[in-house]
């Protein structure tokens, strides 16, 4: 059982309204970027085993996305490739919805040049992670307390518009 006590710090972050950031906040939720990495890369793979020229390019730039993606969120994965730290670090400090952005638009891209269930299964991996970008970008969910204190105000400001008046004052 826990009791709250494991952690001192967080007694006092919580008293001055602070509250510990959550994995996906911190991008301790990357680990499974890797995984999306080796499955486009593996799908693509497989899209190039093919006579089709669409195919085959819709394959090479899937298994260019994986390595994108590697270098991006995995650069552990590419440690002898010496350019890996510095597009990671840069990666770092795009905002959430520009990471979102550019792996929505590259994971889209083989799917325009070749539509088969291999293009659209192995891409749509990557479009998942600028998905999940993409809503981390919209920020965490509002409280309820605000957001009846926001409607509680908006709705007495309507009363004083057709009352015409002002905290008990008459206009």
């Not at 990471?99 to 325009?112: D, E, H, T």
């Amino acid at each position: 059982m826990s009791t709250g006590k494991e952690n001192p710090n967080l007694e006092d972050k919580e008293k001055e309204g602070e509250k510990e950031p959550t994995p996906t906040t911190t991008g301790g939720g990357d680990s499974y970027n890797p995984v999306f990495g080796a499955a486009c890369a593996l799908a693509g793979l497989f899209n190039c085993i093919t006579v089709h020229p669409l195919n085959i390019a819709a394959g090479v730039w899937m298994m260019l996305n994986a390595f994108v993606l590697f270098l991006c969120e995995a650069p552990f994965c590419c440690q002898f490739v010496e350019f890996a730290n510095a597009v990671s670090a840069r990666a770092d400090k795009l905002r959430p919805w520009q990471k979102a952005l550019f792996y929505c638009g590259m994971a889209v891209f083989p799917v325009i040049l070749s539509l088969t269930l291999t293009t659209l299964l192995g891409n749509a991996i990557a479009f998942a992670t600028g998905v999940l970008y993409g809503l981390s970008a919209l920020g965490k969910k509002g409280d309820a307390i605000s957001y009846a204190r926001m409607q509680q105000l908006h709705k007495q400001t309507n009363e004083e518009r057709l009352t015409g008046t002002v905290e008990g004052q008459p206009v």
